[in-house]
C-alpha cells in the first residue's frame, strides 16, 4: 500500500486546510489511519486517526474540537479538516497506515503503522 498526503499550505491563524490521504493498493476494513505531525526540532507527534471497522475516531488533546479525521470508502482517502489553525499547527504532516486492526490504546503511536506517506507542509502565519 502507498499513501499520496496532500492538501498543506500557507494560512493565516484562524482560518482552514483540509489535507487528503490517497491510498492505492489492497487496504481491508479495519486497517486503521492515522495522522502525524512534526515540527522543526521537535518529535513526530500523533495528531488523529480512524479505525476503519467502525469509523471510530481518536484525537490528540491538542487538536480536539478544532481537527475532524473522516474517510470515503469510494476514494479510499482519508482526510484531516482543520479550522481555527494556529501558528504552533505549523509542522508537516504525515499520514500513516497499518494492515490489521490494532487496539485503540495503540492508534497514538507512531510504531502502529507500516507506511507512511511523503508529508506534506502546514504553515500557520500569525
Known amino acids: 500500500v502507498q499513501l499520496q498526503a496532500s492538501g498543506g499550505g500557507l494560512v493565516q491563524a484562524g482560518e482552514s486546510l483540509r489535507l487528503s490521504c490517497a491510498a492505492s493498493g489492497r487496504t481491508s476494513r479495519g486497517d486503521p489511519v492515522g495522522w502525524f505531525r512534526q515540527a522543526p526540532g521537535k518529535e513526530r507527534e500523533f495528531v488523529a486517526a480512524?479505525?476503519?471497522?467502525?469509523?471510530?475516531?481518536y484525537y490528540a488533546n491538542s487538536v480536539k474540537g478544532r481537527f475532524t479525521i473522516s474517510r470515503d470508502k469510494a476514494k479510499n482517502t482519508v482526510y484531516l479538516e482543520m479550522n481555527s489553525l494556529k501558528p504552533e499547527d505549523t509542522a508537516v504532516y504525515y499520514c500513516?497506515?497499518?494492515?490489521?486492526?490494532?487496539?485503540?490504546?495503540?492508534?497514538?503511536?507512531?510504531?502502529?503503522?507500516?507506511?507512511w506517506g511523503q508529508g506534506t507542509q502546514v504553515t500557520v502565519s500569525s
Open positions: 500513516a497506515g497499518r494492515n490489521g486492526r490494532i487496539v485503540i490504546s495503540a492508534l497514538n503511536r507512531a510504531g502502529t503503522y507500516n507506511y
Open positions: 480512524i479505525d476503519t471497522w467502525n469509523d471510530g475516531t
